[in-house]
């Protein structure tokens, strides 16, 4: 739990080998030793890598930017798909991250765009919006919404594009 508190506060890095290992304490194989042998003299190689954050610029000048993208069927064993996202405030000379997270899917994704598309669902309604109700507060900004996202198709289905329903109401 050490590790994992690390991986939230400084090394984002790790945050996806952690949540797969911990899905396995309740079933833990030589398998399992081996990845945490592994994934330990990672963190002990790296342990002078961190994460840093810098304001260069006023707050008028500062944006919120959240980046979304999914692993097509990451999981080997139940072919889920991964979620990652990123939030940070964005500017010129400024560059600090708020949060990120990774987290499995709750369902099996047919295609990469699916996947994308719902990695973005959750990064909106988990990150996003309540990342933008703390930037309106403390900035007294209107922020914009835009999306990051890490596939074209999924971002073309989520503005309308193409074969995509994001656009309709």
Same mark, same amino acid.
């Given at each position: 739990?050490?590790?994992?508190?690390?991986a939230?506060?400084?090394?984002? *890095?790790?945050?996806?080998?952690?949540?797969h290992?911990?899905?396995?304490?309740?079933?833990?194989?030589?398998e399992?030793d081996?990845?945490?042998?592994?994934?330990?003299c990672?963190?002990?190689?790296?342990?002078?890598l961190k994460t840093y954050?810098?304001?260069?610029d *006023?707050?008028?000048?500062?944006?919120?930017?959240? =980046?979304? *993208?999914? *692993?097509f069927?990451?999981?080997q064993?139940?072919?889920?798909?991964?979620?990652?996202? =990123?939030?940070?405030?964005?500017?010129?000379n400024?560059?600090?991250?708020?949060?990120?997270?990774?987290?499995?899917q709750?369902?099996?994704?047919?295609?990469?765009?699916?996947?994308?598309?719902?990695?973005?669902s959750?990064?909106?309604?988990?990150?996003?919006i309540?990342?933008?109700v703390?930037w309106?507060?403390?900035?007294?900004?209107?922020?914009?919404?835009?999306?990051?996202?890490g596939?074209?198709?999924a971002?073309?289905?989520?503005?309308?594009g193409?074969?995509?329903?994001?656009?309709?109401r």
């Open positions: 739990m050490k590790v994992f508190y690390a939230r506060v400084a090394r984002p *890095d790790l945050l996806r080998a952690i949540g290992l911990s899905c396995y304490l309740t079933r833990w194989t030589p399992c081996r990845r945490l042998h592994r994934l330990m990672y963190v002990y190689s790296t342990k002078d954050g810098w304001i260069g *006023d707050m008028r000048n500062l944006r919120l930017h959240l =980046y979304t *993208d999914a *692993d069927a990451g999981c064993t139940t072919n889920k798909s991964t979620t990652g996202s =990123y939030l940070a405030v964005e500017g010129p400024s560059h600090f991250t708020i949060s990120t997270i990774s987290k499995k709750g369902c099996v994704s047919y295609s990469t765009p699916e996947a994308e598309i719902i990695a973005g959750f990064g909106h309604r988990q990150v996003g309540p990342g933008m703390m309106e507060r403390l900035s007294g900004q209107i922020s914009g919404r835009r999306g990051g996202g596939n074209a198709a971002a073309g289905a989520s503005a309308g193409p074969g995509g329903a994001g656009g309709r």
